[in-house]
């Protein structure tokens, strides 16, 4: 899958380096808008969110709201028809939400906020506006054969606190997340390696700058790339972003620009082809290709490349 994803997404690069000039890219930029999601009218934009795809394509969660309840959901592309959503079968009793699929598609993470043990109670949190509301935790549900198995807690090394939210899942099974800062008031992003089957301590992701809000971060399979929220326009909300991996960190984060944030998205999540991004708005679900932005910068990067002055073998 990653494999795919990548050799997709450098052919489509190199592509675009044959065609574009920074004239083109900049006009296509200005003018590039989301595409409206409906599935076939299977997604209410008043209620559904945080669209995720198994890699075929063919099938979708995303959460559900009720009121102040949340459910993930998902549904079935057959003969090229969605089907009805249903109640996914590891979700329906607590506030479930954020699914995301693996770049493997062998598990699915999500937020809940049940209890850690038997028979404990919900987890809540204070941290935001309007006091007392549902905690969150990160869950993984194995895919066994056609179906899923039971949620696990993630451990305590990624859930050390009643507010960790939003997976994002690397193809080394690199975990990115974010967390609340309790003591600076705002969100961050953080990562977690994996290691020998276990996560390790998470340290900040270092997305922008420590004093500026980041939230529903999407890393490509390779971390060659990050969609993000940054900082804070309304509600909580940012401004999408995108960041490029430089070495051992992620380069400045750079706006996507007032086209693609007039709606306020968030809640990113790459599609399968893994240059394309969901996110949802404050009037309905967006898919955005990140195509332009993607050969920009591999366009800068091609032209600040020293010259090869290596001779070569005989």
Same mark, same amino acid.
């Given at each position: 899958?990653?494999?795919?994803?990548?050799?997709?997404?450098?052919?489509? !690069?190199?592509?675009?380096?044959?065609?574009?000039?920074?004239?083109?890219?900049?006009?296509?930029?200005?003018?590039?808008?989301?595409?409206?999601?409906?599935?076939?009218?299977? %997604?209410?934009?008043?209620?559904?969110?945080?669209? +995720?795809?198994?890699?075929?394509?063919?099938? &979708?969660?995303?959460?559900?709201? =009720?009121?102040?309840?949340?459910? %993930?959901?998902?549904?079935? @592309?057959?003969?090229?028809?969605?089907? @009805?959503?249903?109640?996914?079968?590891?979700?329906?009793?607590?506030?479930?939400?954020?699914?995301?699929?693996?770049?493997?598609?062998?598990?699915?993470?999500? =937020?809940?906020?049940?209890?850690?043990?038997?028979?404990?109670?919900?987890?809540?949190?204070?941290?935001?506006?309007? #006091?007392? +509301?549902?905690?969150?935790?990160?869950? @993984?549900?194995?895919?066994? #054969?056609?179906?899923?198995? +039971?949620?696990?807690?993630?451990?305590p090394v990624v859930n050390d606190d009643v507010f960790v939210d939003f997976a994002s899942v690397a193809a080394d099974g690199s975990l990115y997340f974010i967390r609340w800062d309790k003591r600076a008031k705002l969100m961050h992003t953080w990562r977690s390696r994996y290691?020998?089957?276990?996560?390790?301590?998470?340290?900040?992701? #270092?997305?922008?700058?420590? /004093? &500026?809000?980041?939230?529903?971060?999407?890393?490509?399979?390779?971390?060659?790339?990050? &969609?993000?929220?940054?900082?804070?326009?309304?509600?909580? !909300?940012?401004?999408?972003?995108?960041?490029?991996?430089?070495?051992?960190?992620?380069?400045?984060?750079? /706006?996507? #620009? /007032?086209?693609?944030?007039?709606?306020?998205?968030?809640?990113?999540?790459?599609?399968?082809?893994?240059?394309? &991004?969901?996110?949802?708005?404050?009037?309905?679900?967006?898919?955005?290709?990140?195509?332009?932005?993607?050969?920009?910068?591999?366009?800068?990067?091609?032209?600040?490349?020293?010259?090869?002055?290596?001779?070569? @073998?005989?």
């Amino acid at each position: 899958m990653s494999t795919a994803l990548t050799i997709s997404c450098r052919f489509c !690069l190199g592509a675009g380096l044959l065609v574009g000039t920074s004239h083109s890219l900049a006009a296509e930029l200005a003018t590039l808008a989301p595409q409206a999601v409906t599935l076939g009218g299977i %997604i209410h934009p008043d209620s559904d969110d945080t669209l +995720a795809f198994t890699p075929d394509g063919n099938t &979708v969660f995303f959460d559900r709201s =009720n009121g102040p309840h949340k459910t %993930i959901m998902v549904s079935h @592309r057959v003969n090229g028809h969605w089907s @009805r959503p249903q109640v996914a079968g590891f979700s329906g009793h607590w506030f479930d939400q954020d699914p995301l699929v693996a770049p493997n598609g062998s598990y699915v993470l999500f =937020n809940s906020d049940r209890p850690v043990q038997p028979g404990g109670k919900p987890l809540v949190q204070d941290y935001f506006v309007g #006091g007392v +509301a549902p905690g969150s935790n990160i869950w @993984r549900v194995d895919r066994r #054969g056609k179906g899923w198995g +039971a949620p696990v807690w993630l451990g305590p090394v990624v859930n050390d606190d009643v507010f960790v939210d939003f997976a994002s899942v690397a193809a080394d099974g690199s975990l990115y997340f974010i967390r609340w800062d309790k003591r600076a008031k705002l969100m961050h992003t953080w990562r977690s390696r994996y290691r020998d089957g276990s996560y390790l301590p998470p340290e900040r992701a #270092g997305l922008g700058d420590p /004093d &500026v809000s980041t939230h529903d971060p999407a890393v490509a399979p390779d971390q060659s790339f990050i &969609v993000f929220d940054y900082g804070k326009v309304k509600g909580g !909300l940012g401004r999408l972003c995108i960041a490029f991996r430089e070495g051992n960190r992620w380069g400045r984060p750079i /706006d996507l #620009g /007032d086209t693609v944030n007039k709606d306020l998205p968030w809640g990113a999540h790459l599609a399968p082809d893994g240059h394309t &991004v969901y996110v949802t708005g404050q009037s309905g679900i967006w898919r955005l290709s990140l195509l332009p932005w993607l050969r920009r910068h591999a366009a800068a990067a091609t032209t600040d490349k020293p010259a090869d002055r290596s001779h070569p @073998r005989t």
